[in-house]
Structures are given as structure tokens and as C-alpha cells.
């Protein structure tokens, strides 16, 4: 793009000759990402618990922190000024930043429907979150874009697709999303189609900004690339508009966003509308979702990233993965764990298995001892790490759907 250097490329590596899956190479300015990859979710520019270095040590390949919070603390200015979000978190490998538009999202519509970043995506399956029903919207949005409470200290801002650009460039992930309005699984199609529109006018107008920031010298990565985001909840003919619309704009990649259904099977049906429409050789993320059975589910549907916040979120509440247990997670909060003096996953190679028993684990847990959160997120995330390259030999030898059934994703 115009005057920039640009590092980023994505190169499909094997396709699975029996679904979408498919292997590749995601080159960004700060290294090679190999899909399909989780993107461990790094909010505020951290995994909570967990520092940079145990992240390499750990096989990490890319993190995803949020333009929205990132915005009110400490402000992008602050991260531009100290060298951009890797120099400034010490993080060196690939980075993304979300655009704020589900944040946007969650305090706003989807407080007044009880759908916010706490409660569950798919709404008919998990207990609603009583505490946000009935809240009132923190946010006004019009055609220029989000006006908005600050969570933190109550002043208001406001995000346009220019603006969030230009939040972003001065953060300096390698891959940024503009912003969008994420609509609920409890908004019509009426409501949907019109903000779909309005993602589709925003993606042009950030894709324009973006031009005219590439090349900036005050900005601290000059190689970021933009992903587009495609919207459209799940009706079928929105989704597909929404692909065709934002997969004919020049993104560097796109994402799969927004509500996507109230089951499994709307996800499902989601995929299979939206990724045979967006171009071939560019890379696909997938917003939000991250069960094992979700994992294999994107994947043979060809996700190439995808990012989700429950894995770090249940190593903090005692929740650890471990192959062939129900859902493939435990509890280490159980009491069936007291004298329990084997790893978590005797076949795991993660620091915390190397050096603690599971009963040790349940007693810091219990007692809420701080070293808890870091030693059960490292284990769930090494867990994904050695998944997710599982997944990427399998699709390498033919035999993705093989390893699905072993573990219980059979399509
Ligand atoms: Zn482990």
C-alpha cells in the first residue's frame, strides 16, 4: 500500500482434500505466525497472570489485545510514546488488536439485551446474566459513529472509523480491525441488515483512513495490516451479502464477526455461508470462540486464526484442560483432587506440570494464592499450543477429520 514497506503476507501451505482446513504461513513485521493458531487474548496488553517470557518459552505465537481499553488506559499516545504495544508490553512476536466495536457492543446493545461480554455468545445455552438485563445503554450510535462512556472514570468519548485507525496505528499491532457494530442474536434481521450497512460504509471509511496513515513516521510499526470484519448475525442472506461486500474490499485478511447464532449449529451454518465467499488466498479470523469442539469445528471450515478469552478465563477460575475428560477440562476446585499428586496432564510438558501436583494446585486455587492464576493459565494455554500444532500435522497428513474424531469433534 501506498509508500509503505509491507511485510505482511499469508501463504496457504496444504489444504485438506475432505473440508476447508488448511495450513499456511501468516508473515507479519514481528514473525511467522503457522495456521491454523490460536491468539491468546492479551486485553490490556497483557495475558492477566502471565509475563511475555513465559509466553515464548510456552510456544505462544500471536496475542490479541483491545483498542477499546488499551484507548482509556493508559491512552494510545502513552503506548506510541514508549516504542508501540511490543517494545512497550515486551512482547517481540505478532500482535493484533480487536477494534473496541465489541466492547462498543457489549455495553450498549448488548446490555440492554443481557448479552455482554459476560454472558454467553449463544444466549439459549448458558445462564443469563441477570445483571445486565435492563441495563441502561452506555452508548449512542449514529452514522459517524459510537459515543460512548468511559468505563474507568465516566467521560465521554466517542470512536468514528477514522479515529479508531488512528488509535490502532499508534498502538501498532501487526494486524488491526476497524471497527464494526456487533449486533445481538436478539436483534432482527431488520435491525441486523441496517447495521451490517453501516459496518459496510464504516469498513470503507477505515480502509481510507488507513491509506492515508500508512507510512506515517510517528507511528511505531510501518508493516500493520488491516483485516476487514464481516457481520451480518445469522441470516444467511445478510452473511453472505456481508462476505461478498467486505471480501471485495482490499483487507490484508478478514474476520469473522458479531453474533453468531444461538447454537453451535448456527456457528456452524455461519462459517459455511460466510468463508467460500471471502478470496481464497487470504487469511480468515474468527471472532470469539475457542472450545475444543469449537476449535476443530472453525478449523474444518477454514478459519485459519482464531481468538477467545474462556480458556485464560477458566484457568482463573480452577477450570484446566486435560484430553479425554469430560468436555476435555477439569475442575481442580474438586475434592477428588485433595491427595491427587499427578500433574494435570501427566502427557502435558507445561512448567506447571513438570514442577506441581494436581493437589497442590487445588490448594492454591482454594486459598486464592496469586501464583494460582499464572500456573493454571500457562497450562491451558500450552494446552491449545500443542493442540493447535496437532491440528496443523494432521492437516498436513491428511488426516484432519481422523484426529477430529479422536478427540470427539467428528464433523
Ligand atoms: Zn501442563
Given at each position: 500500500m501506498a509508500g509503505s514497506k509491507r511485510s505482511f503476507s499469508y501463504a496457504v501451505c496444504h489444504r485438506d482434500p475432505d473440508s476447508r482446513a488448511r495450513t499456511g504461513d501468516l508473515t507479519t513485521a514481528n514473525g511467522v505466525v503457522r495456521t491454523p493458531a490460536f491468539v491468546a487474548v492479551a486485553?490490556?496488553?497483557?495475558?492477566?497472570?502471565?509475563e511475555p517470557q513465559a509466553l515464548v518459552e510456552h510456544g505462544i505465537q500471536i496475542l490479541i489485545a483491545n483498542t477499546y481499553h488499551l484507548h482509556l488506559r493508559p491512552g494510545e499516545e502513552a503506548v506510541a510514546a514508549l516504542g508501540g504495544l511490543h517494545r512497550f508490553s515486551g512482547w517481540n512476536g505478532p500482535t493484533m488488536t480487536d477494534s473496541g466495536g465489541f466492547q462498543v457492543f457489549s455495553l450498549g446493545a448488548g446490555k440492554e439485551h443481557g448479552v455482554?461480554?459476560?454472558?454467553?455468545?449463544?444466549?439459549?445455552?448458558e445462564k443469563t446474566s441477570k445483571r445486565r438485563s435492563g441495563g441502561r445503554s452506555l452508548v449512542r450510535l449514529t452514522e459517524q459513529g459510537a459515543d460512548f462512556r468511559s468505563i474507568i472514570d465516566g467521560s465521554l468519548r466517542t470512536f468514528t472509523p477514522e479515529s479508531v485507525i488512528a488509535i490502532e496505528r499508534r498502538l501498532g499491532a501487526d494486524i488491526i480491525l476497524p471497527l464494526d457494530e456487533c449486533t445481538s442474536p436478539l436483534h432482527d434481521a431488520d435491525y441486523t441488515k441496517r447495521a451490517m450497512e453501516r459496518t459496510h460504509r464504516w469498513a470503507r471509511r477505515g480502509l481510507a483512513a488507513f491509506e492515508v496513515l500508512a507510512g506515517d513516521p510517528r507511528f511505531p510499526n510501518p508493516d500493520q495490516a488491516l483485516y476487514g470484519i464481516v457481520q451480518g448475525g445469522a441470516y444467511r442472506e445478510l452473511r453472505e451479502e456481508s462476505a461478498r461486500t467486505i471480501g471485495g474490499m482490499p483487507f490484508a485478511g478478514y474476520a469473522i464477526g458479531g453474533s453468531l447464532g444461538r447454537s453451535k449449529e448456527e456457528m456452524h451454518r455461519v462459517l459455511d455461508w460466510t468463508v467460500p465467499l471471502l478470496p481464497e488466498e487470504r487469511p480468515r479470523h474468527l471472532l470469539g470462540i475457542g472450545e475444543i469442539e469449537d476449535l476443530f469445528a472453525a478449523v474444518r471450515r477454514g478459519v485459519d486464526t482464531l481468538d477467545c478469552a474462556a480458556p485464560t478465563r477458566l484457568a482463573r477460575n480452577g477450570t484446566v484442560f486435560l484430553r479425554g475428560a469430560e468436555r476435555h477440562r477439569i475442575n481442580l476446585r474438586n475434592a477428588r483432587f485433595a491427595r491427587d499428586d499427578r500433574s494435570i496432564d501427566p502427557t502435558c510438558d507445561c512448567t506447571t506440570c513438570r514442577d506441581h501436583s494436581r493437589a497442590y494446585l487445588r490448594h492454591l486455587c482454594r486459598a486464592r494464592e496469586l501464583s494460582f492464576y499464572r500456573l493454571a493459565t500457562i497450562h491451558n494455554l500450552r494446552f491449545l499450543v500443542r493442540l493447535m500444532a496437532e491440528i496443523r500435522e494432521a492437516i498436513e497428513a491428511d488426516r484432519f477429520d481422523a484426529l477430529a474424531a479422536e478427540w470427539g469433534a467428528a464433523a
Open positions: 486485553t490490556r496488553a497483557t495475558i492477566k497472570a502471565v455482554g461480554k459476560v454472558a454467553s455468545i449463544f444466549p439459549g445455552r
